[in-house]
């Protein structure tokens, strides 16, 4: 069983004030709901969003070692996934 896990950071910004750009880490999700909120009460428009550089994968399956491995996108990720399936199916076949 794999489980894929988003661990990019959170980025806050405003359109044409660099100032007020700030990252947050994927753990403080209400801190950049605040941050975005506190920036709406002082009348800018802040866009949030949740950028695409850490995806933790795990791949825990009874029977085979369990892996762990970081990626730097989420395409990354699932091939990674998908190889590890497709070897592990393989390996399978060739067992029985």
């Known amino acids: ?11 806050v910004t405003v359109r044409k004030r660099d100032d007020l750009a700030r990252h947050l ?3 403080q999700m209400s801190a950049a ?6 920036l709406r009460s002082q009348g800018f428009k802040p ?24 990626f730097s996108s989420l395409a990354a990720a699932e091939d990674f996934i998908g190889q590890v399936t497709v070897e592990r199916k393989r390996r399978g076949i060739a067992c029985h």
């Open 47 to 70: 866009k949030g969003d949740q950028l695409d550089e850490h995806w933790l994968v795990r791949i825990r399956e009874r029977g085979h070692k369990p892996l762990q491995a970081t």
């Open 25 to 27: 880490p994927f753990t």
């Open 1 to 11: 069983m794999a489980e894929l896990t988003n661990r990019n950071r959170f980025h």
């Open 33 to 38: 709901r605040a941050y975005i909120e506190d």
